[in-house]
């Protein structure tokens, strides 16, 4: 009978894992498209000097054993407004919350090449929220963007 209570909570374990798994995107996503993953949670953590450049909006962020994928929330109403650090999230310039860095980031020409990072650029402040959310907002407060540990592939090269 233990035997067969162990098996259920195994099995529970693992449908719930499938069920977290299911919330991505079925396919290769836009540039432009905007997710709708749930809502960040409580901050778990906060992090200074994490060096990433989200320029174009598909590059991955590890932090230790995570990886990150950023991404643009649907649901921006439901995301915090500040951060522990007091910058307000909503406030943060330019094309950031398209969900990569700023479309400056991409020189204009009809080859799409990237700028290298401005002082600043390249490090920032990681929240890491419950529910599979951080936040990345560069030291300058140039750039920010939201992540999420959901896999996502995208439908772009950069």
Partial sequence: MRALGVAVALSGVVLAGC?????GPAGPIDWDEE??????????????????Y????N??????????YPFTPANTWDFPQSEASGVALSAIP?????????????????LRTVVAPEPGDDTGTLVVYANGFAHWS????????????????????C
């Fill in 54 to 57: 989200p320029a174009c909006g």
């Fill in 19 to 23: 069920a977290a798994a299911g919330n």
């Fill in 59 to 68: 590059e991955t962020l590890i932090a230790g054993d995570t990886t990150y």
């Fill in 35 to 52: 997710l709708d993953l749930g809502t960040p949670g409580e901050v778990v953590h906060t992090v200074a000097g994490v060096e990433y």
């Fill in 94 to 110: 330019g094309d950031a919350n398209l969900g990569f860095a700023r479309a400056s980031a991409l020189r204009p020409s009809h």
């Fill in 138 to 157: 560069s030291d300058n407060g140039e750039l920010a963007t939201w992540l999420t540990t959901t896999e996502i592939e995208y439908a772009w090269v």
